[in-house]
């Protein structure tokens, strides 16, 4: 039935939810700015125990595990300390990057 309140609480005006402590205005998830902001995915990753295999001008193939990936070094975020063929170490890159590069799954966001 339209309109019938069976079953249901009724819904209180603003002023009244004021009184009783509770924000007037409906709580969105993500948005509510009372927490402080929404949560967010890390800005970036960290590979550790990467070995690049190979250098190009443009190019570093780097190992990890048993993935091989070609990243440019302008994709190498600060605190990778890979830079030339031979070296081992960490690479970090940013998340999306990542992800797009199948290094990382994609994760909703999270604490």
Known sequence: MIGSMSGS???LSPAA???QGISPLPRVLGADSERGP?????????IRGVTVMRQTDVALLCRMGNQHRWIAPT?????STVARSGD???????RPF?????LVPFQGLHD
Do not use: S
């Open 38 to 46: 929404p949560l967010q995915y890390e800005d970036t990753i960290e």
């Open 98 to 102: 990542a992800v797009e590069q199948g």
């Open 17 to 19: 939810r004021r009184r």
């Open 88 to 94: 081992v170490g960490t690479i970090v890159l940013k």
């Open 75 to 79: 994709q190498l975020q600060p605190g």
């Open 9 to 11: 609480e009724p819904v």
